[in-house]
T-cell receptor
């Protein structure tokens, strides 16, 4: 089955800095890669996703890149703010009628004011 | 639109008991998935229902079961509770048959004593 590795497990940055979280996956059939943000006491919230036919996607301060050959994808957050502090999860899955994601173990991002 | 709701939010049970958790998806969403989240294993897929049919199942024992009603509301049941079942159980709904954006509820925190 699919295996998703996520690094780092903890990331501490100063407000205004950039943050990068990296994930690798094992199943070359995976073609959908979402990123979720989970704040304390809440469920995960989808913040951005990318499909295997796209190399990069941006949404304001957030961007995701995908390297299919190397089987890794990354989340980039620029101009970090204290409200970006949360746990971030990557996931990988295959499309085609159903959705069974395999999640990374999560990265706790701490943005210091 | 109202978000995904889960009841109860917190639950304490003892070993050997059974428990039923409820999930109401976003209006119009027909796909409901369940996940278990623990510090040790992270986020793990339990099962997914679409139009009252279980389409996919994760690697969990038969003590974990679920169902979906005609109004898309879903329940999951865990029988013969074990200490290791203590976790945050998350429900997510989606409007499409295929993959794509999943909206998570706040979860039910189950503690087994």
């Amino acid at each position: 089955g699919e295996n998703v590795e996520q690094h780092p497990s903890t990331l501490s940055v100063q407000e205004g800095d950039s943050a990068v979280i990296k994930c690798t996956y094992s199943d070359s059939a995976s073609n959908y890669f979402p990123w979720y943000k989970q704040e304390l006491g809440k469920g995960p919230q989808l913040i951005i996703d990318i499909r295997s036919n796209v190399g990069e996607k941006k949404d304001q301060r957030i961007a995701v890149t995908l390297n299919k050959t190397a089987k890794h994808f990354s989340l980039h957050i620029t101009e970090t703010q204290p409200e970006d502090s949360a746990v971030y999860f990557c996931a990988a899955s295959t499309s085609g009628g159903s959705y069974i994601p395999t999640f990374g173990r999560g990265t706790s991002l701490i943005v210091h004011p | 639109k109202a978000g995904v709701t889960q009841t109860p939010r917190y639950l304490i049970k003892t070993r050997g008991q059974q428990v039923t958790l409820s999930c109401s998806p976003i209006s119009g969403h027909r796909s409901v998935s369940w996940y278990q989240q623990t510090p040790g294993q992270g986020l793990q897929f339990l099962f997914e229902y679409f139009s009252e049919t279980q389409r996919n199942k994760g690697n969990f024992p038969g003590r974990f079961s679920g169902r979906q009603f005609s109004n898309s509301r879903s329940e999951m049941n865990v029988s013969t509770l074990e200490l290791g079942d203590s976790a945050l159980y998350l429900c997510a709904s989606s409007s499409r048959q295929d993959y794509n954006e999943q909206f998570f509820g706040p979860g039910t925190r189950l503690t087994v004593l």
